[in-house]
């Protein structure tokens, strides 16, 4: 069964950096690509990030663009979104997903609150 | 990028009657490899998007068959046969045929 477990969502303060982590389990990891799509609260979603299984081409939104850094550990089945200046805007439920005919499995998201 | 446009954006709807969501994009969904790579997906209060149709019209591993996709090009419908009180939530149409990914603005589905 495919699985893919968020973690590291918190409150944050602007301006603030945060790591999050998304365990994959059920499928061999580095097949896929992966993104990280997230939802604002009450709105639609947006994908910010996006990696290729070998880790070797990355995609970052214009809205996240030398601020955030997606990362993957094969090894450890492991992707990461590393988060830094962190905006209010950039408050949303962030989800780990698998590409495989378009989007296939999500994760159940992590929660990034950013407040003072 | 691609613009993905869905109505209704609201869909007040009767329990056991027939429910349709349209999505167009602003440009052709068709792949390199002559595939469409329209899906839609329903979220549920608080959950995670789920994956109901993939390329158009291939209904995932346990949708119901109340569900089915169809369209072309850059005109696509979701439509429920008769709808149930599960059925509630948001649905999202989402193209990936072209780089990056871009999604419809969801449409709720209330009863």
Not at chain 2, 58 to 87: A, K, Q
Not at chain 2, 96 to 111: D, M, R, V
Request: one cysteine or more; a neutral charge; hydrophobic letters at 30%.
């Amino acid at each position: 069964e495919v699985q893919l477990v968020e973690s590291g969502g918190d409150l944050v303060q602007p301006g603030g950096s945060l790591r999050l982590s998304c365990v994959a389990s059920g499928f061999t990891f580095s097949d896929f690509s992966m993104h990280w799509v997230r939802q604002a609260p009450g709105k639609g979603l947006e994908c910010v990030s996006a990696i290729n299984g070998n880790g070797g081409n990355t995609f970052y939104a214009n809205s996240v663009k030398d601020r955030f850094t997606i990362s993957r550990d094969n090894s450890r089945n492991t992707l990461y979104l590393q988060m830094g200046s962190l905006r209010a805007e950039d408050m949303a439920v962030y989800y780990c997903v698998r590409v495989g005919t378009g989007y296939d499995y999500w994760g159940q998201g992590t929660l990034v609150a950013v407040s003072s | 990028d691609v613009v993905m446009t869905q109505s209704p954006l609201s869909l007040p709807v009767t329990l056991g009657q027939p429910a349709s969501i349209s999505c167009r994009s602003s440009q052709s969904l068709v792949y390199s490899d002559g595939s469409t790579q329209l899906n839609w997906y329903h979220q549920r209060p608080g959950h995670s998007p789920r994956r109901l149709i993939y390329a158009v019209s291939n209904r995932d591993s346990g949708v119901p068959d109340r569900f089915s996709g169809s369209g072309s090009g850059t005109d696509f419908t979701l439509r429920i046969s008769r709808v149930e009180t599960e059925d509630v939530g948001v649905y999202y149409c989402i193209q990936a045929s072209h780089w990056p990914f871009t999604f419809g603005q969801g449409t709720k589905l209330e009863i």
